[in-house]
């Protein structure tokens, strides 16, 4: 009972903060009110004002978990039911720390907010882990992170991926889905649970779930933090990498150094008709076009087809005039052939011979 009342007394142990004097139960009020309003303010998030809110509620906090391990609240060696009402709501002070740190804007400082806000996310979780508020599976660390993933490198470059990488994005999405569902049934006992709270009415075994409650939906709040928190590592460590410099490639083979040559008038005699040209001329040009006339292979210029024409013309005059040679000379075959022609006709009417007129 003594001991009791001493942890009593301690945790109204008040301290100076700025000029106020805060004891460690409004020091976790405060610091969570602020985290409510900065979540659901509509101002920018960078903004002086809403930054200057996020580093105070951040100072309280950080306070009040100092005083939390000097009161050594929390025992490894205890069950959930061995903590006492008013300090289950103490549990939650890595979260809300680190929730308020994921709110800080600093660019310059950004990669340092992330990796503190998930180291509080995890100490979160180790906590609730050892005192078995609900079944989830532990995060790993970021080290271990790193470890895993060269280890899952190097198999996959000798395993080649299998069914085995959609399972897992299956189990892996319908964990999210689980998370989602929890959260939304939580946050709706949570509304019922707050009102009787907030009167001030409610007995030790409402407040007690109210706290628990609230534990059991920061754990899903976390474990969601902690993947995006992992994306957002990645990134901006490569964005860091780029910062320092361009990638250094590797150094180019040096390449000989190109023979200068000189061009002058006697190099280029030399060249077209010294021995270094790779043709020299057998013949001029009149030689190759005789050579060529010789053998009737010279290109048509137009005098071919005209002597073509000629020659067509020349030979039907020809044979005109053979028809009229023959006709004057009185041929016996062509004089034979005209008078059976004609005693034909004077024995054969016009069409005899046709069947086709059957006239």
Known sequence: MAESDACNDARETTINFGTETLTLPDLLERGWKIFEDVDSTSEPLGSTSVQ??????VNMLEEASRMVAQLDLFSRNE??????????????????????????????????HVQTARAYFLDFLKRCKEY???????????????????????????VPAGPSDLVSMAAK?????????????????????????????ADDEVTREFYLLNVRRWITICLEEMESI????????????????????????TRRPMKPFILTKDVVQAQVLGAGYPSLPTMTVNDWYEQHAKHGVLPDQGVPRK????????????????????DENDDESSLLKARNWDDWKDTHRRGYGNRQNMG
């Open 52 to 57: 200057a809110s996020v580093k105070r509620g």
């Open 79 to 112: 069950e959930l039911e061995e903590v006492a009402t008013a300090d289950l709501k103490y549990l939650l002070l890595p979260a809300l720390l680190g929730a308020l740190h994921m709110k800080l804007t600093s660019r310059e400082k950004r990669l340092n």
């Open 132 to 158: 078995q508020v609900t079944q989830f599976e532990l995060p790993r660390a970021l080290k271990q992170d790193a470890e895993a993933e060269d280890e899952s490198a190097n198999t996959a470059r000798s």
């Open 173 to 201: 999405r319908q964990s999210k889905i689980e998370r989602y569902r929890q959260r939304k049934e939580l946050e709706t006992k949570l509304t019922d649970v707050r009102k009787s709270v907030a009167s001030g009415q």
């Open 230 to 253: 992992d994306q957002e590592v990645e990134l901006l460590q490569n964005m860091d990498v780029l910062k320092q410099g361009p990638a250094k490639h590797p150094a180019q083979q």
């Open 307 to 326: 002597v073509a024409v000629e020659d067509n013309t020349d030979a039907e005059e020809r044979e005109n005039e053979e028809k009229e040679r023959k």
